[in-house]
């Protein structure tokens, strides 16, 4: 309860943001080659279908006497409640939330080391979900429930820019899930099968998504014109993402690594476009797990790749409010055996 006191009264000094589910708190797309004082920007710089967000205290001073000296604090606090009316194990109210605080420190200002961003984030879960206690949905019902009702170690990386902010290399404890498959608007609505990404990596490989942190490195090339490709490297860990388990920095319950590889592209550069965001994923996991059809049978490798192509149809006007989604995954996994 103390540490939940603690983690409430500084996302006081920070900024709660809209209620989307699975990103890490800072994923307002700063780089290293930013001021960290964009962070207090009205509007975050991303991709044309992105969700912008208003920081709620971004007005407040210490905040801005910390951004100047190369300090951005930001914070979400998220509540999703939800009612099962029928059903299963009965009908009730089941409320789950989730607190993010965290730092982004520019080491430019901090430590003279130019175009280079530090990432510090912690996470706390809290409630029982609807999935969990009435439904029994296999898909949570409320996307930020799960992996342990604890206070969790979510990132502490540093990310590196070079050649004019094109090239980005990052290292250190942090989802993957914060750089690979998700797209810019992330989740619509709480149930996560609603979410901008992919689920089946996440519940069928090592691929882990916010707020469970793997070590790891991702290098990163982008193009102004709305191009990038990245590859990465991250261990599989069985036991960080469960109850009680929010420190473990150690390898213990170590299973393989994790190499996923990213092409993508976002158009639109202006309101009266239609905003798009497309992803190309593959990965190579080195994990040896149970084969389908009986588990004596074991491989070594699994070889998967999707497509995720969101585009939007119509444009939102004061007048016209009408606009589209589109959201697809197409996956395709190659199993290697033993």
């Known amino acids: 309860m103390k540490k939940q006191i603690i983690l409430v009264a500084t996302l006081l000094s920070s900024s709660p943001v809209a209620t989307y589910a699975q990103t890490a708190v800072g994923s307002v797309n700063m780089t290293a080659t930013s001021d960290v004082t964009s962070a207090l920007a009205p509007v975050a710089a991303g991709p044309l279908d992105s969700v912008k967000q208003q920081p709620m205290l971004g007005n407040l001073a210490i905040r801005k006497s910390l951004a100047e000296k190369g300090i951005a604090l930001d914070g979400r606090w998220v509540v999703e409640p939800a009612v099962n009316m029928r059903g299963y194990r009965g009908h009730g109210l089941n409320v789950v939330s989730s607190i993010n605080v965290g730092a982004s420190l520019d080491m430019g200002k901090l430590g003279g080391i130019d175009n280079g961003l530090v990432r510090i984030v912690m996470t706390d879960r809290l409630g029982d979900s609807t999935n969990s206690e009435r439904t029994g949905a296999y898909i949570q019902n409320q996307a930020f429930y799960g992996q342990g009702k604890n206070v969790r170690f979510n990132e502490l990386s540093w990310e590196q820019t070079f050649a004019q902010g094109h090239l980005s290399v990052k290292a250190g404890f942090y989802p993957m899930g914060n750089d690979f498959g998700k797209l810019p608007y992330t989740c619509n609505f709480t149930n996560n099968g609603n979410c901008g990404h992919p689920l ?24 102004p ?24 920095f ?39 797990v149970a084969l389908q059809g009986g588990a004596t049978r074991r491989k070594r490798g699994e070889l998967a790749q999707y497509f995720r192509p969101p585009s939007k149809s119509g444009n939102p006007t004061p007048i016209r ?18």
Request: hydrophobic content about 30%; glycine content about 12%.
């Open 225 to 248: 014109s709305g191009w990038y490709v990245q590859v990465a490297a991250y261990d599989v860990n069985m036991l960080r993402n469960q109850a009680g388990h929010g420190f473990d």
């Open 250 to 288: 150690d390898f213990d319950g170590e299973r393989g690594m994790f190499f996923p590889v990213e092409a993508g592209y976002s158009h639109g550069k202006t309101p009266s476009d239609d905003a798009g965001t497309y992803k190309v994923t593959a990965y190579y996991e080195t994990s040896r």
């Open 200 to 223: 089946g990596p996440v519940y069928s490989s090592g691929w882990r998504d916010d707020p469970t942190g793997q070590w790891g490195a991702r290098i990163k090339w982008s193009d």
């Open 321 to 338: 409010c009408a606009g589209f989604p589109s959201s697809a995954s197409i996956p395709s996994l190659i199993r290697t055996p033993v």
